[in-house]
Structure formats: C-alpha cells, structure tokens
C-alpha cells in the first residue's frame, strides 16, 4: 500500500481513506476504514472521465455486476454513488497479495496450491457465469489470495451476454495473454474466453511467466491466435489442465462447472491456513497420451456426482489433478540429522486450546525477546513450521520435529529475523539471507568487506567494525555498524550509506542503533555517556530529518512475588533492559529500559513521558493505544497518556491481531485473549509441560496465536515443547 499523495482525498462518503492500493485505466483504488474502524476497498473514477457517460455507465454496471456475484468468491459491495461528482463504490477489504503481487515477490505457487486455486477460480467463475455474467478480465491482478481461497475482483468489463460487446481493442492493456484467441479476433466473449483468461493466469501462477513471451504486441497476438504457448516452465503436472483450458478451440475447454467438478473430484485440495504458501510439489503424474479432448469426453469424465474413473483416458485426467505425496530431487528441502519425530498433540479448535505444540531444536539458553525489530533464535514460519539457529547451523523443522533442511554458517552464534519468505540470519560482522523453503543462501554481506570501499577513513580500523542492530521493512533492511548505518534491498544491493559523526563534546550526534522502521521512516537510539540521542531518518536516503536529546530514566528494582508457573523468584529476562520503538502516522512510542516516551514525529518534541516503578517486557501498539507489559499490562493512549485500562499479567509477551481488536496474551500466569477495552474473552493456564518455562514472544498470524518459551533452568529442567499454537476463536 502506498501513502496518500497531496492530491488524493482524505475521505470518500463515509469513509476515511488510510492509503492507495492500486490503480487502472478506470481511476484509484484506495484503503479506507469505516467510523467503527471496518476496512474497505475503495474505488473512485478518474476527474477526467468521471464526465463521460460512457463510462460513468460502465461504472454503473461494474457495481450491478459485482452485486450479482456471491461473496463468497468475490469481495462484497458494501456502499457507493453512482452520481457523485467522482463516482466510487467500496467493497469488503481482502486482506492479501493478488496472485500477480504474491509471485513476483515470492515466486510461482507450489502445484498442489495451483491445483486449489484453479477449483477456487473455477468456482467464482461458475457463480459468474450463472448469474448470466462474463467476466472478461480475469487476469493475475484481479484475483486476491486469502486463508479462505481465491476472490475475483474489478468487474469493469464485466458484460451480459444482450450487452454490447467489448471488442479485442478496448481490452488490449499491457499483455494480451489472458485475450482468449476468439475475442482477438473480433468474436464475442463469452464464458469460454472466461476459461481461457483463467488457464493463462494458471500458468502464470505456476511459473511466474505470462503465457506468451514479451515482445511486438502483433506477435504475442499472433501466438494467441495460433495456440503457440511456451509451457516448459509450468510443472508438467498441471500442464494437461492448462492446455484444455487455452485450447483455440473454444469447444474443446471445460466450463468452469466441468472444471470444478474435475478438480474437486480428482483430488484437488480444499483451502487452508497459508494454502498459497505451501511449499510442498507433486511430481508423480500421469500425462494424458491424446493432445485434445472433446467436451462430449469431459462431460463423461466429470459428470453431476463428480469424476467417472472410466478407462485410462480418465485416469490420466484424475491423475492430473492428485497430487502426489512425494516432493521432486529439485524441490525437496535437503534433511540433514533429523532427530524423531514428536507425537503431535490434539488439536481442539474451541478458543484457547493448543492447535499444536513443538519442539524447535533450539538450544534452551540465550533465546531473546522477539518484537517486530528484535532478534530472536525461533521463527514461526508462516504458522506451520519453525526455523531456529544453533550457534553457527540454521535450520526448519516441522511441528512434529522433523527436520526438513539445515544450512551450517562459516561463524559462531547468530540471530535471526523473519523477511517474508526468508531469514535473516547475522553474527557481529556478517549478514545472510535464507530463503527459507529450501535454506539456500540467496545474498551475503560482509559489514567490514562492505565498509573498505565506503568508509573513506573515518575509521581505518576495520577489523573492529560490528553490527550494531537490524531492522526490517518490506523490502529493505536497515544495518547499524560502529562507523555508519546502511540499507539495503531484498537482493542485498546497497541503497544507502550514512556514515556516523564525529563526536562533539563527547557526543556523536545523530549516531544511533536502528530500532524502528516503517518503510518511510527509520528511528535510531543510542546512549553516549549520560545522553540518549535518538533520531530519525528518512528511509529512502538515509536523510537526518531531527535529532532529539535526553537523559533516561533510572532503572528501579525487578518484579516482587513469583516468578512465574513453577517459579518462586523471578527469572533473568534479557527483555528489561531493552529499547524499543514504534511509529504511529502522527506519533513515535520508545521504550527504554523502564521508561516509555511519546515523541511527534514531526519534530521530535516530547509529547509525554512516564516511568514504570517495575521493568517492563515489551511495549506494542493496538490501534491508538499503546500496550506497556510490566507487573501488569497496562493500555494508554498515544497522544494524551490517558490511561485506558490494565490487566494482570506479569512479565507478558502480547500479540495484537490487524486493527487492534484483539490482544494475545502470554504472560507469567498463563495465556489469554482479551479485547481493545481490556475485557478477558477467555484465559487458559499453562500446560503441565511449560511450568518450568517463561514465555519469551507471542505473535498472532490469523486465527492462531504463537508463543515460544524459555527454560527457568536449562540444565536442569529443559523443555519438551518450546513454542505454541493456540486457538484465538476470533475466526
């Protein structure tokens, strides 16, 4: 999502708009956040052509066309105005990539998840076709991805068949890939061309390459019309479902009601948490021997009760779409030393039950507070796996212990980040970049190699050049070094170097450790004697934008009473004496030590400050309040410091789901969730086999919150299972 330009508006109707999404040849697609904090999609026509009543008609029959549609395939229209000066009308919000977004940045879809969004896409097409609709732009861009499947979107050609025709022209922006061969060449488009458009964006899924290759707009035509399709990239296993459906023959594609019941027959799996995720790839297939198929045999394959099994034609058409339980040489994660596998616990589904437990393999010493900036030894990999570090050795293991690969780094002890689909992995000199579904090294960056060619003398010593802390945005990483901070790309290319100042008076202004960022924004703290210096940057250079200075506060004394579940006094708890930051649009929350200020992020100037009498564990934001995790969790707001409410929970780690409406919470006591005023939905204590444990993070990725933990004694009592996935019951 992009920020709102000057020229965008604040508002449109009753909603507040909180950024850009996208846009099109139509206008602008913005997010925006109804009065009770409910997320839309909202679409507004260009001023230019909002006086056009052709396409102020167009607009028009969009709003009528999604309407039409069943939500469960596409995004609901919540509110619009057709008459407005600009024209808009606002959807329920899909919170999720396109497939275009999601596999330029994270690569094609295993097969088995190709195979699930072709059933979900199949479907939605059937829903639109038996509303008497075509969609006619069923491209990559226009369908989201979520937990719950495929959703088609952006009904702006959308046509019924007594409708005047769109004809190949008016279509033709960027590629022509997902142009069925008929409409180019000036037919109607019906729902054939539907299954056309919904094959090429199959094989793009599958390969991240669109159907025909660039070039000359008149030969990519020419190889449409032709059949001339380059599909060596896609998995030969989902080739046979991707030639029926781009066949030039419009009479030998499925329907999409053909196609559903095929897929859904033949084994294609059903949507689940992080389906379009999923790493695992089928191999053992069998290819259909006849290059064609007519729609006479299709309809025999698939018939109303699904698929016939019905001499070797059909079994190679059902063996299409079953994956099959092996992972190809080229595919499968390298296991090395895979300890025996865990008895996986029950999985209850009621709220606040244990969805599965796990061992990481992590050594129990040393693990750190793992914030959205900070460090930490185990990664919850998309809510199904776990990456640790082991002094030099990374690695991923299932929940049930297995593990699938292990990389071994030429350094000692390393920390670890989560970066998408990736780790970043560093020690005090070096950074690596994992890719973590296979633990190939993608990137590496020597902080001293890298300073040599920069650092132009301001400190020939490099041999004692050190990492001084790391923070992530989306897609770049942000490096404080003992001599400069630098940033750089997903790729590992340098975007940026700022060295550090000189000191004056004893003091290095603007020099600081990176402890937050935004994407825009980048604050850095750092003590230098009796002084904090924090500053902020602009992300994109590296700017100084201000720099305020101060004196923190004194620590006071740790938590009196229990330590914890199985504990009299309290436990060591790297968290105290940390500092921390978050950035709000208007606001920057830091916590330092035993002290949380409130700086504008316009200049820096103190809005308030407050000291808590015991150490605290964390801070995170909620919406407009700010959640400070000492003796207990107390909630204020950002900008007055009103105190809200507070919550027993000594010590907590907390997870906060999108928008603030909920709040895991894994402290000393046991786990809970509890609302945006502080109301207990439910609590839970601890299980028999974490009462020797503290919990060390929480986080919540859709339905599910994640703790790990921390032994009390290692040595003495380790721990059998050091992470949870529990049941919020927010679904």
Not at 390 to 408: H, I, K, P, Y
Not at 432 to 452: H, M, Q
Not at 489 to 494: A, Q
Request: charged residues 20%; hydrophobic residues 40%.
């Amino acid at each position: 999502m992009k920020e709102l330009s000057p020229t965008d508006p604040a508002s449109v109707g009753p909603f507040r708009l909180l950024g850009v999404l996208g846009g099109g040849g139509m206008g602008r697609v913005y997010l925006g956040e109804s009065l009770t904090g409910r997320r839309v999609a909202v679409k507004v026509i260009r001023p230019d052509l909002a006086d056009d009543p052709v396409f102020r008609r167009r607009f028009q029959r969009e709003i009528a066309a999604a309407r039409t549609v069943s939500p469960l395939y596409t995004a609901a229209v919540v509110d619009a105005d057709t008459a407005a000066t600009a024209p808009w009308f606002a959807t329920a919000y899909i919170d999720g990539p396109s497939v275009l977004d999601h596999v330029d940045a994270e690569g094609p879809l295993a097969s088995g998840a190709v195979l699930t969004l072709a059933a979900g896409l199949a479907e939605a097409l059937a829903s639109i076709h038996d509303a008497g609709l075509v969609h006619r732009d069923l491209t990559p861009g226009n369908v989201i991805l979520d937990d719950s499947g495929p959703h088609v979107v952006d009904f702006g050609i959308a046509l019924a068949p007594y409708t005047t025709k769109l004809t190949a022209s008016q279509m033709m922006v960027g590629t022509p890939s997902y142009i069925a061969p008929e409409v180019i060449e000036g037919n109607e488009a019906g729902p054939p061309g539907d299954v056309f458009s919904l094959g090429a964006t199959l094989a793009f899924a599958a390969s991240g390459r669109h159907l025909v290759a660039e070039g000359p707009m008149h030969a990519q035509i020419l190889q449409i019309t032709r059949g001339r399709f380059d599909l060596e990239p896609v998995p030969k296993e989902l080739r046979p479902l991707i030639v029926r459906c781009v066949s030039v023959n419009t009479r030998d594609r499925p329907t999409a009601s053909e196609l559903v019941r095929i897929l859904v027959g033949g084994g294609a799996a059903k949507p689940t948490r992080g389906w379009y995720r999923s790493r695992a790839t089928a191999t053992s297939i069998k290819v259909p021997t006849s290059p064609r198929i007519s729609r006479r045999r299709l309809l025999a394959i698939g018939g109303a009760s699904g698929v016939v099994l019905a001499g070797a034609g059909a079994a190679a058409w059902a063996g299409a779409f079953t994956p099959a339980p092996e992972t190809s040489a080229r595919s499968r994660p390298r296991a090395i030393g895979s300890p025996t596998p865990l008895t996986p616990a029950p999985a209850p589904s009621g709220p606040g039950t244990i969805a599965w437990r796990a061992r990481s393999g992590v050594m129990p010493v040393g693990l750190s507070s793992a914030g959205p900036q900070s460090p930490t030894r185990i990664v919850v990999d998309h809510g199904a796996r776990l990456i640790g570090a082991n002094s030099a050795e990374v690695f991923e293991v299932q929940t049930d212990g297995t593990r699938l690969w292990t990389r071994s780094l030429p350094t000692g002890l390393v920390t670890l980040w989560s970066w998408g689909d990736a780790v970043l992995a560093s020690d005090s000199r070096r950074l690596w970049l994992i890719d973590a579904g296979s633990g190939a090294v993608r990137f590496v960056i020597n902080a001293a190699d890298d300073e040599k060619a920069d650092s132009q003398g301001d400190n020939p010593d490099h041999a004692a050049i050190q990492i001084t802390g790391v923070v992530l945005a989306a897609q770049a990483a942000f490096v404080g070094l003992n001599t400069a901070t630098i940033a750089f790309d997903r790729r590992g290319r340098r975007l940026w170097r700022r060295a550090r100042p000189s000191p004056r008076n004893g003091v290095r202004p603007g020099a600081g450790v990176p402890i937050a960022t935004d994407g825009r924004w980048l604050v850095t703290h750092e003590a230098s004697g009796a002084i904090v210096n924090l500053a902020l940057r602009d992300a994109r250079d590296g700017a100084l934008q201000w720099l305020a200075q101060y004196e923190p506060a004194p620590a006071g004394p740790p938590p009196a009473g229990p330590g914890g579940p199985g504990g009299s006094s309290p436990p060591p708890d790297e968290a105290w004496s940390r500092s921390e930051g978050r950035i709000t649009d208007r606001y920057l929350v830091i916590r330092e030590v035993q002290e949380v200020r409130v700086v504008t992020m316009a200049d820096g100037e103190l809005l308030w400050r407050g000291a808590s009498p015991t150490p605290i564990a964390g801070i995170e934001l909620a919406g407009s309040t700010i959640l400070v995790a000492a003796d207990r969790l107390r909630a204020y707001e950002v900008a007055t410091q009103a105190q809200r409410w507070d919550y027993d929970a000594r010590g907590a780690r907390v997870g906060v789901t999108p928008g603030g409406t909920r709040i895991f919470v894994a402290s000393d006591q046991g786990l809970s969730l509890v609302d945006a005023d502080g109301h207990e939905l439910w609590s839970n204590r601890y299980p028999a086999y974490l009462l020797d444990a503290g919990p060390d993070w929480a986080g919540v990725q859709g339905d599910l919150g994640f703790v790990t933990f921390r032994a009390r004694d290692p040595q003495r009592n380790p721990l059998d299972f050091d992470t949870l996935a529990v049941n919020l019951g927010i679904a």
